[in-house]
């Protein structure tokens, strides 16, 4: 049968069919019939061989009925396809499943798994007519030989420009230099509309990396670039591209994942000036061959006034959490005021943290020096640790100050210095000529500030007040600043 021919005579018999007659199973019949009835609640289906899936193909499925069904549906939104027959008859079926799914004019979000490459390369042309595609997944879990039939049409997808793909997931897929380069090259065409691009355990090293940056040279909407889990020990000059074309596009990037990529001090080095500017939430997870020397050089982008990091992963990096590393890392976050969460720890080395270690974090987040060391230290991060370490638990005094950045941002400079300073010492204001014309202002800190003797906050399990102070007292403290700024007034 051609094509239009199964198609005439699936219209013809699609209201009388006997559902029970081409499927195995009465779960099946019931999916067909939603199908066949246009039921509005069925946005989702999976489909797949092994049980735990939405439809369960099996013997006794016709698979031209079922593409048929999910082609002329038009409430399904999203079709997850895991797996196929490949026993006797099975390439028939998946053809006509394949037309089937043609006609489709509301799936938006496809995902394509763990095919043999032939089948895959079949459904990617199939939807390569959905102009209402935003969403395409293509992963291999299992060990297939590199897939150019299905490398060249997707590759074809994007050039036809028929859809204008916001994510795109191709994690897993046998992907090296030379094919990464090819779908670089394709990407072009859909580097505008990109929000989300997985190249994930793809085998990219430095010169894929390059044609990845190239592809995307006139992307304006991504939000997320994940890289997991390939090679780039030996991409400085990838890695450097990448940092040159962070700082080119505009800042949408939320997200950039470089977990276990093998990045050294110089790969650091070479990327993270432009990710530092750019991204919200950076992944360094596992990269063991950085150093306190490459933490010193991310250091000193986090203090830089542009950086924009809001969560920073260098969990199962063990310099991290050696001496020199966290005293680079305390430098950076000393005059940071954008990071909020810092994954710190091993998760299978039982590498504990010394006491002493933790000194640079505590000056970090609350300078005792001065009153101004305490007013310019850091308010803003509110995690440090990874919940799954449980070898090393913030010291109490750093706990506190993470948890009142993050139940009291507004009061955690205030709360801080009356903490740390029992007397605040007023002479330095005098310096400044103000005369009287301070003493309003000075007299407008501490009422706001005395909002900081009746916060609590949460602790695992409890919660306790952040000053342990009377009104009597605090009221002492207003008095003898007032006394100290007017006795010493010329």
């Not at 962070?246 to 993270?272: M, V, Y």
């Not at 399990?461 to 007034?489: C, N, W």
């Amino acid at each position: 049968m051609d094509l239009q021919y199964d198609y005439i005579y699936n219209e013809a018999n699609a209201a009388q069919v006997n559902l029970e007659d081409i499927t195995f199973s009465a779960r099946n019949a019931k999916i067909l019939q939603r199908l066949r009835d246009g039921d509005d609640k069925l946005t989702y289906l999976s489909l797949g061989t092994a049980g735990g899936w939405g439809f369960i193909i099996n013997e006794g499925d016709d698979l031209g009925w079922l593409g048929y069904l999910i082609g002329k549906s038009q409430y399904l939104y999203s079709l997850a396809i895991w797996d196929m027959p490949d026993g006797e008859g099975g390439e028939q079926q998946i053809n006509a499943f394949v037309k089937g799914i043609a006609r489709n004019h509301s799936i938006r979000d496809i995902s394509i798994n763990s095919l043999s490459d032939d089948t895959r390369a079949a459904i990617v042309r199939a939807v390569g007519n959905y102009s209402q595609l935003e969403s395409l997944t293509i992963t291999c879990h299992n060990d297939f030989d590199p897939n150019p039939n299905s490398h060249s049409a997707v590759v074809g997808l994007f050039e036809s420009g028929v859809c204008q793909l916001r994510e795109l997931e191709l994690s897993g897929n046998g992907i090296d230099d030379d094919v990464v380069a090819t779908f670089a090259n394709g990407s072009k065409y859909i580097a505008e509309s990109l929000e989300v691009l997985d190249l994930s355990y793809a085998s990219i090293a430095n010169d894929g990396l390059l044609a990845v940056v190239a592809g995307l040279a006139n992307s304006t909407s991504l939000k997320t670039l994940k890289l997991a889990e390939n090679d780039f020990s030996l991409a400085a000059k990838g890695l450097c591209a990448l940092s040159r074309l962070l700082q080119s596009l505009p800042k949408t990037l939320e997200h950039l994942n470089l977990q276990d990529c093998r990045i050294n001090d110089e790969g650091l080095q070479a990327f993270i000036q432009g990710s530092a500017i750019h991204c919200r939430e950076l992944d360094l997870e596992g990269n063991e061959s950085i150093t306190a020397t490459g933490l010193s050089h991310l250091s000193n982008s986090l203090q830089s006034d542009s950086c924009c990091i809001e969560r920073l992963d260098l969990f199962d990096i063990p310099s991290a959490i050696g001496d020199d590393g966290m005293k680079a890392l305390a430098r950076g976050l000393a005059h940071n005021t954008s990071l909020k969460s810092l994954h710190l720890g091993c998760l299978f080395n039982n590498a504990t943290i010394p006491p002493a270690q933790w000194v640079a974090f505590s000056t970090a987040l609350c300078d005792p020096s001065s009153v101004n060391s305490t007013f310019l230290s850091n308010h803003t991060v509110q995690r440090i640790m990874d919940e799954d370490d449980t070898d090393n638990v913030c010291p109490e005094d750093i706990d506190l100050y993470l948890r009142l950045s993050e139940q009291h941002p507004k009061y955690a400079a205030r709360c801080k210095i009356l903490m740390k300073h029992r007397h605040l010492n007023m002479r330095p204001f005098l310096q400044w000529k103000w005369d009287l014309k301070f003493l309003p202002v000075a007299l407008s800190w501490f009422e706001q500030a005395k909002t900081c003797t009746t916060l609590n906050v949460q602790l695992p399990v409890e919660e306790r007040h952040i000053l342990e102070e009377s009104d009597e007292v605090f009221e002492s403290r207003v008095l003898s600043a007032m006394y100290e700024f007017v006795r010493g007034m010329p």
